[in-house]
């Protein structure tokens, strides 16, 4: 069965370091994957989608890599603030065969703690 | 423009009794989702609806339903309540026309079963 694995429930790092959070799937072949951040007590909140044919993408102090060979995406944040602690998902997207649509699978998330 | 709304933000019930929660997606949005959160199991798909239609559906029982009207607002209904369907429900709308579109999520419905 489809699976999606992050790294870790929860990654604490100092203020001003490159955060790296991992995304690994198995049986799964996504032509996309967006990664979403979710504050407590709130709905997730898009950041970026990037596409199989692109290796890497970039927002701001946000870049994130698909590695389809791999099965892996790696979202970074650098010279992260202690306003950028929340819990990151990522949600890897399969073209649905047919007419059918698609489901967003999301992974359980990484809670990240930036200590100032 | 308005974001996406859910009512009640939370809310009470017993085991036995049905829930009804509701969704209004980001004007223009045709397509609505509906997620399950929970602390051991993450966020889990229920069901998406785009122009009225049932168009993709999750893992879960038949007590869990929805609905979409005309002007796209949505319904999620639960009978028959467990304990275990405590959970964070979140609605998201998208446009819906092509299949990685962005998913705006709502602030979702905190629902305890006792």
């Known amino acids: 069965s489809q699976k999606i694995e992050q790294n870790s429930e929860a990654l604490n790092i100092q203020e001003g370091k490159t955060a790296t959070l991992t995304c690994n799937y198995t049986?799964?072949?996504?032509?996309?994957l967006q990664w979403y951040r979710q504050d407590p007590g709130r709905g997730p909140v898009f950041l970026l989608l990037?596409?199989?044919?692109?290796k890497e993408k970039r927002k701001e102090r946000l870049k994130v890599t698909f590695d389809t060979t791999l099965k892996q995406s790696l979202f970074h944040i650098t010279a992260s603030q202690p306003a950028d602690s929340a819990t990151y998902l990522c949600?890897?997207?399969?073209?649905?065969?047919?007419?059918?649509?698609?489901?967003?699978?999301f992974g359980k998330g990484t809670k990240l703690s930036v200590i100032p | 423009k308005a974001g996406v709304t859910q009512t009640p933000r939370y809310l009470i019930k017993t085991r036995g009794q049905q829930v009804t929660l509701s969704c209004s997606p980001i004007s223009g949005h045709r397509s609505v989702s509906w997620y399950q959160q929970t602390p051991g199991q993450g966020l889990q798909f229920l069901f998406e609806y785009f122009s009225e239609t049932q168009r993709n559906k999750g893992n879960f029982p038949g007590r869990f339903s929805g609905r979409q009207f005309s002007n796209s607002r949505s319904e999620m209904n639960v009978s028959t309540l467990e304990l275990g369907d405590s959970a964070l429900y979140l609605c998201?709308?998208?446009?819906?026309?092509?299949?990685?579109?962005?998913?705006?999520f709502g602030p979702g419905t905190r629902l305890t079963v006792l």
């Open positions: 990037i596409r199989e044919n692109e």
């Open positions: 049986n799964y072949s996504p032509a996309y």
């Open positions: 949600a890897p997207i399969s073209i649905p065969s047919g007419a059918g649509s698609y489901q967003l699978t």
């Open positions: 998201a709308s998208s446009h819906g026309t092509a299949t990685y579109n962005e998913q705006f």
